[in-house]
T-cell receptor, first 113, second 112 residues
Framework: NAGVTQTPKFRVLKTGQSMTLLCAQD?????MYWYRQDPGMGLRLIHY???????AKGEVPDGYNVSRLKKQNFLLGLESAAPSQTSVYFC????????????FGPGTRLTVT | GESVGLHLPTLSVQEGDNSIINCAYS??????FIWYKQESGKGPQFIID?????DKRQGQRVTVLLNKTVKHLSLQIAATQPGDSAVYFC???????????FGAGTQVVVTP
């Protein structure tokens, strides 16, 4: 199993450009999450999904949109990138039931200039 | 201009010694706690978890202690090794779809 994978690994955007980050998991997990991590800080939840076709806002959702059209994929979109969105983005997934352990991907480093 | 990032608390430990990493959590309703390890350039990796109906749980070389009275969590690493050098995060959850609230992290540096 590949676990949780993220595409791309690195990206540089100009202010105002748009992009989509892709997260994929092959563990048949129901729950998926998008976080951002800024220097010296913990992870902050952007959006999450409790199942295919459902999404919900997390702690810092402004400027981002998400979609979960397939159970294994969770997409994070930036419609008009801003320098404040420069960060490392992590995707995670979790199995329904059991513990709350989330499995994380390797991250996407995004720089907005 | 250049932005100044926050500096993580740092714990320097000599190889072979035991490490204790502390975490204060905020929500008295939290019923699940978890520790993650994050190496440079990688995603967080699960270490150990504990539910609120326990006060201690042991894993391989790691022990988590939970004190609900003072809302404090600690992670003990026995016989710390160079591979333990990383940032360690605690996180709490109180239901609500298993969302985790992360702390800021502690940088552990293992010296020879």
């Amino acid at each position: 199993n590949a676990g949780v994978t993220q595409t791309p690994k690195f990206r540089v955007l100009k202010t105002g450009q748009s992009m989509t980050l892709l997260c994929a998991q092959d563990m048949n997990h129901e729950y998926m999450y998008w976080y951002r991590q800024d220097p010296g800080m913990g992870l902050r939840l952007i959006h999450y999904s409790v199942g295919e076709g459902t999404t919900a806002k997390g702690e810092v959702p402004d400027g981002y949109n998400v979609s979960r059209l397939k159970k294994q994929n969770f997409l994070l979109g930036l419609e008009s990138a801003a320098p404040s969105q420069t960060s490392v983005y992590f995707c995670a997934s979790r199995l329904l039931g059991g513990t709350y352990e989330q499995y994380f991907g390797p991250g996407t480093r995004l720089t907005v200039t | 201009g250049e932005s100044v990032g926050l500096h993580l608390p740092t714990l320097s430990v000599q190889e072979g010694d035991n490490s204790i990493i502390n975490c204060a959590y905020s929500n008295s309703a939290s019923d699940y706690f978890i520790w993650y390890k994050q190496e440079s350039g990688k995603g967080p990796q699960f270490i150990i978890d504990i539910r609120s109906n326990m006060d201690k749980r042991q894993g391989q070389r790691v022990t988590v202690l939970l004190n609900k009275t003072v809302k404090h969590l600690s992670l003990q690493i026995a016989a710390t090794q160079p591979g333990d050098s990383a940032v360690y995060f605690c996180a709490e959850s109180h239901g609500s779809w298993g969302k985790l609230q992360f702390g800021a992290g502690t940088q552990v540096v293992v010296t020879p």
